[in-house]
Every structure is written in C-alpha cells, then in structure tokens.
C-alpha cells in the first residue's frame, strides 16, 4: 500500500498472485475522495494488471450501516 504522507491518504495498492504457477500482478490508484458521513471514500480507482490499464470503478453513492462501530474506519496504530 502506497499512502499520502501528507494527507494519510491511500493512494495505491499493489499485489501479487500466484495461480498454478503463474504470476500475476496488479495494482489498484486510489482518486476523487469524498467525504460520506465523516469518512473519507475513494469514489474514483484504476485497474491495472501486469502493467496494464484494464478498468476502472466509479462509485455513485456510499452509504455505511449504523451497526459499525465509530471506529471501524479509523486508522489503527
């Protein structure tokens, strides 16, 4: 994971996976944050694997359930 130190914001991830011997990797960016009920979303991430673009997802709307504790979403030491 890639974060902001200036903003403490994520703003990429990075992985690898291995299938029956192959290995693939992939990394998600992380743009267009937004506050939604005092937590900061990502609305905006770009897909690549192996290198390469192969999509992105746009968030329309998020909504958190009442049941998460304040502090599901907090940064943890």
């Known amino acids: 994971v890639d974060v902001d130190e200036k903003n403490k914001r994520v703003v990429g991830s990075w992985g690898i996976m291995v299938l029956e011997g192959q290995r693939m990797e992939f990394a998600t960016l992380y743009e267009d944050y937004r506050l939604v009920d005092g937590?900061?979303?990502?609305?905006?991430?770009?897909?690549?694997?192996?290198?390469?673009?192969?999509?992105?997802?746009?968030?329309?709307?998020?909504?958190?359930?009442?049941?998460?504790?304040?502090?599901?979403?907090s940064p943890q030491p």
């Open 39 to 73: 937590k900061l979303v990502a609305f905006k991430e770009k897909h690549y694997a192996m290198g390469s673009y192969i999509g992105y997802t746009e968030l329309e709307s998020v909504s958190f359930s009442p049941d998460f504790a304040p502090d599901t979403f």
